[in-house]
C-alpha cells in the first residue's frame, strides 16, 4: 500500500515536473506546527473573550502592535537572508546574524522605556508599566529566535514544526492560567507572553547550533538582511497602523472587536503564506523562473480555484456562526467585519506566492515595489480609511492593500530581467 502511494505520488510528480515526495512530506510538518498554532491561538482569543474585559483584551493588542513596529531594530529581514544563505549551503552566517540581530535589538529598550514613561505620566498608567517591563526581554525576544529560519534553509521542517509547537503551546497555556487567574491583570499577561517566548527561543537557538555542518559564509547575507530590513520598515509601521490608530482614536474596547474581526481571516492568510515555506529552499537553489513555474502549475489552476472558489462560499455561509459560537455576543459586530475580509483572503493567495518566489530568487526590482513602494501606499491607505471611517475603513483598506501589494509584486517579477 504504501509503496503504491509512492509509486503514484512519483508518477504525478513527473506528469507536473513537480518534487512532490519533497512537497507532501515537508507540508506534512508545516501544517502540523501551523494547526497546532492555530489552535492554541484560537484557544487564547476565545479565552480573553470569554474571561476578560474588552478594555484589557484592546490593550493587549495595542501592547503587542508597539512591540511589533518596535521588533524592526532586531533587523528582521535576517531571517529571510539566513533561510537563503543556508539553503545554498552556507551555514556561517547564522551565529553572525543572531549576534547582529541581539547587538541591534539593545536600542529597542531606551525605545520602550520612553514610549513607557510617556503613556505612564500623560495616558494610560498600565500601559505604560507592561511597555517599560517589556524592554527587560526584548534583546532575547527575536534574536534568538533565528534558530526557526536557520533550520527552514536546512529543510528541517519536522525539528521546526516540533520546537514551534512547543513554543506556541507553552506560550499559551501561559497566557491562559494567567487569564483564568486574574483576566483583568495586564501586566501579568504581558509578562507571561514575552518570558515563555524568550526563554524558549533562547533554549531553541542553543539546540540548534548542533546542526550547523560548516563555516563557510555568503559574503552577502548580513547585507542582504539589511536590505530586506530597510524596505520592510514601512511595511512594519503599515502592518501594525490599524490596531495603534483604532487604539488611539476609538479605544482599546473599538481594539478588541477589530481584533476578533481580523483574527480569522488573518489565520487563512497566513496558513497561505505557510503553503509555500517548503518551496523557499528550493527555489533558491534552483534555476527557474516565473515563466517556467507558471508552466509546471497551469494544470493544478482549475482544481486550485475552484477549491478557493468552495471555500470561499463556505467562509461567507458560517463565518457569523463561528464568531458567534466561539466569541459570544459580546463580539457579535465583529462576524460583520470578517466577512467583508473574504476579499482580503482571496487577494492574499498570489500575493503570498509571488512574494516568496520574489525573496527566494532575489528579485530586487519585485522586492522594492511589495516591500517598499506598498508599504507607503498600505500606509496612506490605512490611515486614511481609519480616520475617515473607523473600524470599517481599516476593513475595506485592508482588501485594497492586498489587491495592490498583489498586482505591485506580480509587475515586479514579470517586468525585471532574469538575475540571482
Avoid at 504525478?12 to 498554532?37: C, H, M, P, T
Avoid at 523557499?280 to 517556467?292: A, F, N, V, Y
Amino acid at each position: 500500500m504504501f509503496q503504491l502511494a509512492k509509486t503514484k505520488v512519483n508518477e504525478y510528480g513527473k506528469r507536473y515536473q513537480l518534487d512532490l515526495a519533497y512537497i507532501i512530506k515537508n507540508e506534512f510538518w508545516v501544517y502540523l506546527r501551523l494547526g497546532i498554532s492555530l489552535i492554541v491561538g484560537l484557544a487564547v482569543s476565545v479565552t480573553f473573550a470569554r474571561l476578560a474585559p474588552k478594555e484589557v483584551f484592546g490593550q493587549y493588542n495595542f501592547i503587542l502592535a508597539i512591540l511589533g513596529i518596535v521588533a524592526i531594530v532586531s533587523i528582521p529581514g535576517l531571517t529571510n537572508a539566513i533561510i537563503r544563505s543556508v539553503a545554498r549551503g552556507y551555514d556561517g552566517n547564522y551565529k553572525q546574524a543572531v549576534k547582529t540581530s541581539f547587538l541591534w535589538s539593545l536600542l529597542g529598550i531606551p525605545a520602550l522605556l520612553g514610549v513607557g514613561a510617556y503613556y505612564y505620566y500623560y495616558n494610560t498608567q498600565i500601559i505604560g508599566i507592561c511597555l517599560m517591563m517589556s524592554s527587560i526581554f526584548l534583546p532575547f525576544l527575536w534574536a534568538p529566535n533565528i534558530w526557526d529560519a536557520f533550520l527552514v534553509g536546512k529543510k528541517r521542517f519536522d525539528l521546526t514544526a516540533r520546537y514551534g509547537s512547543i513554543q506556541s503551546i507553552t506560550n499559551s497555556a501561559a497566557i491562559i492560567m494567567i487569564l483564568f487567574l486574574n483576566a483583568s491583570h495586564l501586566l501579568l499577561i504581558i509578562i507571561a507572553y514575552l518570558a515563555t517566548n524568550s526563554f524558549l527561543s533562547c533554549l531553541f537557538y542553543r539546540r540548534s547550533l548542533k546542526y550547523i555542518e560548516n563555516q563557510a559564509k555568503d559574503d552577502g547575507c548580513i547585507r542582504y538582511g539589511y536590505f530586506i530590513t530597510t524596505t520592510g520598515i514601512v511595511g512594519t509601521l503599515a502592518s501594525h497602523i490599524d490596531k495603534i490608530m483604532i487604539g488611539i482614536l476609538l479605544g482599546a474596547p473599538e481594539l478588541a472587536i477589530y481584533a476578533i474581526a481580523i483574527m480569522i481571516p488573518t489565520r487563512i492568510k497566513d496558513l497561505l503564506k505557510t503553503f509555500w515555506a517548503p518551496f523557499t529552499p528550493k527555489l533558491s537553489q534552483d534555476e527557474i523562473t516565473m515563466g517556467q513555474v507558471q508552466q509546471r502549475i497551469k494544470k493544478l489552476v482549475l482544481p486550485l480555484t475552484l477549491m478557493a472558489l468552495g471555500g470561499s462560499l463556505l467562509y461567507w455561509l458560517f463565518i457569523d456562526d463561528i464568531m458567534l459560537l466561539l466569541f459570544g455576543t459580546k463580539y457579535m459586530e465583529a462576524g460583520i467585519y470578517s466577512k467583508i475580509l473574504l476579499l482580503m483572503i482571496l487577494a492574499s493567495i498570489p500575493s503570498v506566492f509571488f512574494g516568496a518566489f520574489a525573496i527566494a530568487k532575489k528579485k530586487i526590482k519585485s522586492i522594492v515595489l511589495g516591500l517598499y513602494i506598498f508599504p507607503f501606499l498600505k500606509l496612506l491607505i490605512m490611515s486614511g480609511f481609519i480616520y475617515q471611517w473607523g473600524i470599517l475603513g481599516a476593513v475595506w483598506g485592508l482588501n485594497l492593500s492586498m489587491v495592490v501589494q498583489s498586482l505591485l509584486i506580480w509587475a515586479g517579477i514579470v517586468g525585471a530581467e532574469p538575475r540571482e
